[in-house]
């Protein structure tokens, strides 16, 4: 029997993973194929991005979404069964994408592949990181060595990355791909010295693609033929020789609802201010604007807040705006919630 290929696409929030699944699926070339979506918020805005795309490469029903918290932490919970119900369709996939949340460790979800059931019925076609090159020439993963210094200096302990640094390493120490995404906002001289920190990162020979909105041949993608599950050893992890149980309380998130929001622009003022004020990393959502039938999603990755409108409202469905923030351990829920209070519209009853 054939093992089913499955491609693992990590990276950090707001890297771009969703908006390569959808550039994926539009570009499918008769493939069928199914998806396993896991995000870290409450609300599932990625499932809702990718529903539709392409319902011949990938009907709804394809479509799994796991809620349940980071699938590192959940596999035996939520991942497993999850897998073995896509397997034992009587007419399985020709190819899985597992997109994991933002905060999630791959090494874990691919030594899931490792186990009996799962091994002898699907292997790990490949890894695939994406690197949000903006956030990573703005400084946001890198070592600034001299503060490293400073405060090594003042706490001899100190002795591990920051989170953010910690997951970049280990989401790209795991890769058989990296694709340096938004290339659009980086010029030539930022994407020479982000290239040559993810090579520092990455095992020899991986190879690294530059991409536009998560544009990558999907012939390149899909058919690598890692086999990662039979080569964990030579992808490191922070939590290697540990019980390999990790929690992910360096990284909150709350949801912030409303209704219909009556002045858009004041909205989305509110956030830039937010996001700058409590160093949010990421929001992403669905936004009910007063008069308007279209839903409106919201993004904002660090500073840059984008928008569009997906489609209508349902009429049966409860105009709810509804955004996921989240931010580094000790976010301020109170005052966020506090600030956007005004213009997030009363919640529908
Ligand atoms: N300028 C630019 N924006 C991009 C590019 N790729 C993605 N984006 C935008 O970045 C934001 C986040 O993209 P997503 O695809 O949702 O990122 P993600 O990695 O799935 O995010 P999480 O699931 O929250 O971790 C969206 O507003 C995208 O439109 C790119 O190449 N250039």
Same mark, same amino acid.
């Given at each position: 029997?054939?093992?089913?290929?499955?491609?693992?696409i990590?990276g950090?929030?707001g890297a771009g993973k969703t908006t390569l699944i959808r550039h994926l699926l539009q570009?499918?070339?008769?493939?069928?194929?199914?998806?396993?979506?896991?995000?870290?918020?409450?609300?599932?805005?990625d499932?809702?991005l990718v529903?539709?795309c392409?319902?011949?490469?990938?009907?709804?029903?394809?479509?799994?979404?796991?809620?349940?918290?980071?699938?590192?932490?959940?596999?035996?919970?939520?991942?497993?069964?999850?897998?073995?119900?896509?397997?034992?369709?009587?007419?399985?996939?020709?190819?899985?994408?597992?997109e994991?949340?933002?905060?999630?460790?791959?090494?874990?979800?691919?030594?899931?592949?490792?186990?009996?059931?799962?091994?002898?019925?699907?292997?790990?076609?490949?890894?695939?990181?994406l690197?949000d090159?903006?956030? +990573? /020439?703005? #400084?946001?993963?890198?070592? $600034?060595?001299? @503060? %490293?210094? *400073?405060?090594? !200096? &003042?706490?001899?302990?100190?002795?591990?990355?920051?989170?953010?640094?910690?997951?970049?390493?280990?989401?790209?120490?795991?890769?058989?791909?990296?694709v340096?995404n938004k290339?659009d906002?980086?010029?030539?001289?930022?994407?020479?010295?982000?290239?040559?920190?993810?090579?520092?990162?990455?095992?020899?020979?991986?190879?690294?693609?530059?991409a536009d909105h998560g544009a990558v041949?999907?012939?390149?993608?899909?058919?690598?033929?890692?086999?990662?599950?039979?080569?964990?050893?030579?992808?490191?992890?922070?939590?290697?020789?540990?019980?390999?149980?990790?929690?992910?309380?360096?990284?909150?998130?709350? +949801? /912030?609802? #409303?209704?219909?929001?009556? $002045?858009?622009? @004041? %909205?989305? *003022?509110?956030? !830039? &201010?937010?996001?700058?004020?409590?160093?949010?990393?990421?929001?992403k959502?669905?936004?009910?604007?007063?008069?308007?039938?279209?839903?409106?999603i919201?993004q904002?990755v660090?500073?840059?807040?984008q928008?569009f409108?997906?489609?209508?409202?349902?009429?049966?469905?409860?105009?709810?705006?509804?955004?996921?923030?989240?931010?580094?351990?000790?976010?301020?829920?109170?005052?966020?919630?506090?600030?956007?209070?005004?213009?997030?519209?009363?919640?529908?009853?």
């Amino acid at each position: 029997m054939s093992k089913v290929p499955t491609t693992v696409i990590t990276g950090f929030l707001g890297a771009g993973k969703t908006t390569l699944i959808r550039h994926l699926l539009q570009n499918a070339k008769g493939r069928r194929l199914a998806l396993i979506i896991n995000e870290f918020g409450d609300v599932g805005v990625d499932g809702e991005l990718v529903k539709g795309c392409n319902d011949e490469a990938c009907p709804e029903d394809d479509i799994v979404e796991l809620a349940n918290g980071c699938i590192c932490c959940t596999v035996a919970d939520d991942f497993l069964p999850t897998m073995m119900k896509l397997l034992e369709r009587p007419n399985p996939p020709e190819h899985i994408i597992i997109e994991t949340s933002g905060l999630a460790l791959p090494k874990p979800l691919v030594k899931a592949f490792q186990w009996p059931d799962i091994r002898t019925r699907a292997t790990v076609d490949g890894v695939v990181a994406l690197i949000d090159a903006d956030a +990573v /020439a703005a #400084g946001r993963f890198a070592t $600034d060595e001299v @503060a %490293l210094a *400073a405060a090594r !200096a &003042a706490d001899p302990t100190l002795d591990h990355d920051s989170p953010l640094e910690e997951l970049f390493e280990e989401q790209l120490a795991c890769a058989d791909m990296v694709v340096l995404n938004k290339t659009d906002l980086v010029d030539a001289d930022g994407l020479a010295r982000v290239e040559a920190l993810v090579l520092a990162e990455t095992r020899p020979g991986v190879k690294i693609v530059r991409a536009d909105h998560g544009a990558v041949d999907i012939a390149a993608l899909l058919g690598i033929t890692a086999a990662a599950e039979d080569d964990l050893d030579s992808r490191r992890s922070h939590i290697d020789g540990l019980d390999e149980s990790h929690d992910h309380d360096d990284f909150d998130s709350f +949801v /912030a609802q #409303g209704g219909d929001v009556a $002045d858009l622009d @004041a %909205l989305l *003022a509110r956030m !830039a &201010a937010l996001i700058a004020q409590h160093d949010v990393l990421r929001i992403k959502g669905m936004v009910a604007v007063a008069g308007k039938p279209g839903r409106l999603i919201v993004q904002a990755v660090g500073p840059r807040i984008q928008h569009f409108y997906d489609r209508a409202w349902g009429s049966a469905e409860p105009r709810r705006t509804q955004l996921v923030v989240i931010g580094q351990k000790g976010l301020d829920r109170a005052a966020i919630e506090a600030g956007l209070t005004d213009v997030l519209g009363a919640v529908p009853a």
